[in-house]
T-cell receptor, first 113, second 112 residues
């Protein structure tokens, strides 16, 4: 298993601003993912963070809104750009290998006012 | 695309009673199946997984799940629930690209 940390754990931001969330894994991993969990909802995959190349986004999510970086095998960032109140959610990072098994970080609770 | 259905949004059980949380999936081949638990304000913790082999899998915290291909189900069970089991439980199925598709979740409340 992998231990995953995220920063910040929570934040309150004003609309129109951007927030970058960091995800650190304690070991090298093949796969890293970013999810959104809207209030009272399940998890929705935003994108797969690919090391050394552009992230692969799911339908309904675009790079301009959610730019993602993955400079190495243990670290990734997700930026939520030009935020609106609808972006208020928990954002979760996960890591895994080639077996579908994923381990999750504690999440970043974002409130946009 | 794969999908996961958790028919029960909320379930309330008494402490010490048995528990079964339902999960149905849609997938053509043998699925990779998971159960995760999310305590309030926390991330997701993997309880157990099924890849192949024995259809009854054991997990952490005394949980088990049974894969039934004929019913496309992967129900989570625990013989005796503790108050600390109160949380939200998510069933998930693996999808192409090592991605996971999650069900809507079931919130478990435990009565003392």
């Amino acid at each position: 298993s992998a231990v995953i940390s995220q920063k910040p754990s929570r934040d309150i931001c004003q609309r129109g601003t951007s927030l970058t969330i960091q995800c650190q894994v304690d070991s090298q991993v093949t796969m890293m993912f970013w999810y959104r969990q809207q209030p009272g909802q399940s998890l929705t995959l935003i994108a797969t963070a690919n090391q050394g190349s552009e992230a692969t986004y799911e339908s309904g999510f675009v790079i301009d809104k959610f730019p993602i970086s993955r400079p190495n095998l243990t670290f990734s960032t997700l930026t939520v750009s030009n935020m609106s109140p609808e972006d208020s959610s928990i954002y979760l990072c996960s890591a895994g290998g080639n077996s579908y098994e994923q381990y999750f970080g504690p999440g970043t609770r974002l409130t946009v006012t | 695309a794969q999908s996961v259905t958790q028919p029960d949004i909320h379930i309330t059980v008494s402490e010490g009673a048995s528990l079964e949380l339902r999960c149905n999936y849609s997938y053509g081949a043998t699925p990779y199946l998971f159960w995760y638990v999310q305590s309030p304000g926390q991330g997701l913790q993997l309880l157990l997984k099924y890849f192949s082999g024995d259809t009854l899998v054991q997990g952490i915290k005394g949980f088990e799940a049974e894969f039934k291909r004929s019913q496309s189900s992967f129900n989570l069970r625990k013989p005796s629930v503790h108050w600390s089991d109160a949380a939200e439980y998510f069933c998930a199925v693996g999808e192409y690209g090592n991605k996971l598709v999650f069900g809507a979740g079931t919130i478990l409340r435990v009565k003392s």
